[in-house]
């Protein structure tokens, strides 16, 4: 995520243009909150409250009573635009996966 903003920033500022960027899924999208807000860059979240059930995932907050934030709070307090999928439709959300 943070690779892409910076190459977001950099084609903005050579191109003069704004580009529009949202993450799908981004359970970590937590680390990166005030960067997200900054570029004005969207987040969709799947789960609402995401378990670290694999290695890929265990930076995530998954909210009380393990975590005093969740990601989407955390997202909120920083003015971040974003949205949640409820877990029915996070299993049905189309797969970019290419393996």
């Known amino acids: 995520m943070a690779t892409l903003l910076e190459l977001k920033a950099e084609a903005e500022a050579v191109h003069s243009t704004s ?3 949202v993450f799908f899924g981004a ?5 990166l909150a005030s960067e997200l807000a900054e570029a004005n860059v969207g987040v969709i979240l799947g789960p609402v409250r995401p378990q670290a ?3 890929d995932s265990r930076r995530t907050l998954p909210g009380v009573p393990l975590t005093a934030e969740t990601v989407l709070s955390t997202l909120k307090k920083a003015g971040v635009v974003r949205s949640a999928l409820p877990l029915l439709l996070w299993h049905r959300a189309p797969s970019f996966d290419t393996r």
Request: hydrophobic fraction near 55%; proline fraction near 0%; charged fraction near 35%.
């Open 53 to 55: 059930l694999d290695w």
């Open 19 to 21: 580009l529009r960027l």
């Open 27 to 31: 359970k970590e999208a937590h680390l």
